[in-house]
Nanobody, 123 residues
Framework: VQLQASGGGLVQAGGSLRLSCAASGVTFSSYAMGWFRQAPGKEREFVSAMAWTGSSTTYADSVKGRFTISRDNAKNSVYLQMSSLKSEDTAVYYC?????????????????WGQGTLVTVSS
């Protein structure tokens, strides 16, 4: 099983980025997908998740209205569209997969994790 996150980079505050996470070795459509992030010196935190059915999404309060999660089962991929970026969004972003999950905020419920992609927002 492999989750490959990509799309990170350096962006100015107020800008946008789209992260991608491509899955292989799993029946992607059976997995809830989540995004988490870890800023320097801080614990990993939940960002967003989508249920395996695609019927529900969840967002951290800090990103609600600015970030949008989506998935394309045909491409075995999940995306995180990030807009109105702030310096506090700077972190390594990780994607994770939870078999038949409903899109939980609890990181320990995820079965597989990607390697992370760095997002740096300059103010």
């Amino acid at each position: 099983v492999q989750l490959q996150a990509s799309g990170g980079g350096l962006v100015q505050a107020g800008g946008s980025l789209r992260l991608s996470c491509a899955a292989s070795g799993v029946t992607f459509s059976s997995y809830a997908m989540g995004w988490f992030r870890q800023a320097p010196g801080k614990e990993r935190e939940f960002v967003s998740a989508m249920a395996w059915t695609g019927s529900s999404t969840t967002y951290a309060d800090s990103v609600k209205g600015r970030f949008t999660i989506s998935r394309d089962n045909a491409k075995n991929s999940v995306y995180l569209q990030m807009s109105s970026l702030k310096s506090e969004d700077t972190a390594v972003y990780y994607c994770a997969a939870d078999r038949y999950g409903l899109g939980t905020r609890r990181s320990y419920e995820y079965d597989y994790w990607g390697q992370g992609t760095l997002v740096t927002v300059s103010s």
